[in-house]
């Protein structure tokens, strides 16, 4: 059924296949939470147990988070416009935010419904048809878990990851519904339950915390992968003209929209348009090969001048030999008004940069002592990747 549903998206959404997939979600959850909620309130009715009944509402709840799915993964796929140059592909993430907080309302509602369960315990009438039912609707949960876990892998949409999730947490609900009803009748203990909602409340929570906090780490702007930019780094540094690279910054604005920029060191004596070539090959690679518009700056290095070359050798050593987690680049010689001049860009870790008074001081300090007649200009700043 899966492999069907998968391949049906793909032939019906041609190019934009990752939008069918993810509407393929919201279609197959709404079709089972309409039929999973029709039988687990007539189960809990019949039983006279909340907890069953509040599995059947979180069901019917969850119609309108695969509505919300549907929605997203049609938003998203819409083309730039004059309003939204960089797409649309960040509305994802905000139906992805409806999904975890949808999941927070789930889990309040249960807790509420079990401490009344608490305080006003009922008899639950207990029957071993009703136990099979709800067993019988854990598999469609676990189906559905499935088929989200392999659409979240196809597509990286956080939406269908909160979905999958949230299945899961179905799965567990009902299963800790059919230990209560279980429990209740063979120790003749009502109230407990309202306790095992509460546990299972508690859970929901918990992972409905974890889905918010993968929400909002994109929408804040998080680092890329280390492969990503390790690859930058080698196709911008293939050619034998670019010395190196600095200043990497890559912002996301969703599926199939990202946009980055870079320094590439180069050697200043070299032709401007090999350079420019070598450049905008480097461009188009990144391009075609991973999908991101990147912009790289040409920065020239002047690997003629001796005295430079001094300087930027004892200035990297200076600086390895203060801190091996420093580095620094864009090291210049200038002579102004009499004046000898050395300046250069040193990138810490984020742990050091409180620290930016001491750390400039304690460097000049070690570089005056090799070059007292200079004058030594440090901006200190932090990597973004």
Same mark, same amino acid.
């Given at each position: ?34 039929? $999973?909620?029709?039988?687990?309130? /007539? +189960?809990? !009715?019949? #039983? ?5 009944? %509040?599995?059947? =509402? ?109 299945? $899961?947490?179905?799965?567990?609900? /009902? +299963?800790? !519904?059919? #230990? ?5 009748? %063979?120790?003749? =203990? ?115 001048? /001796? ?79």
């Amino acid at each position: 059924m899966t492999k069907l549903l998968i391949n049906l998206a793909r032939r019906r959404g041609g190019e934009d296949s990752r939008s069918a997939l993810c509407s393929i979600s919201g279609w197959a959850g709404i079709i089972c939470n309409l039929l $999973l909620f029709a039988v687990k309130f /007539t +189960v809990g !009715t019949l #039983a006279g147990s909340v907890s069953v009944t %509040a599995d059947a =509402i979180n069901n019917l709840s969850d119609c309108a988070t695969n509505v919300v799915t549907i929605t997203g993964a049609r938003l998203s796929s819409k083309p730039d416009d004059k309003e939204h140059p960089f797409g649309h592909g960040r509305v994802e993430y905000v139906t992805a935010l409806i999904v975890a907080v949808s999941i927070f309302v789930v889990g309040f509602e249960l807790a509420k419904s079990s401490v009344e369960k608490i305080i006003h315990p009922q008899q639950i009438r207990f029957s071993i048809w009703y136990v099979a039912v709800l067993a019988a609707t854990v598999l469609v949960k676990l189906w559905m878990a499935y088929l989200n876990a392999k659409l979240y892998r196809l597509t990286d949409n956080l939406s269908l990851k909160g979905v999958m999730q949230d299945s $899961l947490n179905d799965c567990i609900a /009902t +299963v800790a !519904t059919i #230990a209560s009803v279980t429990l209740a009748h %063979a120790l003749d =203990i009502p109230w407990i339950d309202g306790a095992i909602g509460i546990a299972v409340s508690i859970f929901i929570f918990w992972s409905g915390a974890g889905i918010l906090k993968a929400v909002v780490s994109p929408l804040l702007g998080e680092p890329p992968s280390k492969e990503i930019t390790d690859r930058i780094e080698q196709i911008i540094t293939e050619s034998d003209i670019v010395l190196g690279m600095h200043d990497l910054i890559i912002h996301n604005y969703g599926a199939n929209k990202v946009i980055a920029s870079a320094d590439a060191e180069v050697d200043a004596g070299e032709d401007v348009f090999t350079i420019h070539e070598v450049i905008d090959s480097a461009e188009r690679k990144i391009l075609d090969e991973l999908g991101i518009i990147i912009c790289i700056h040409m920065d020239p290095v002047d690997t003629a001048d /001796t005295d430079t070359k001094k300087l930027k050798k004892f200035a990297a050593k200076t600086v390895r030999g203060y801190n091996p987690s420093f580095s620094l680049h864009d090291c210049r010689f200038a002579e102004k008004d009499g004046e000898k001049q050395i300046s250069f860009d040193l990138t810490v870790p984020f742990s050091d940069e409180e620290n930016k008074a001491q750390i400039e001081r304690e460097i000049k300090d070690l570089f005056s002592k090799r070059y007292p007649d200079y004058a030594l200009d440090i901006n200190i700043e932090h990597s973004y990747v």
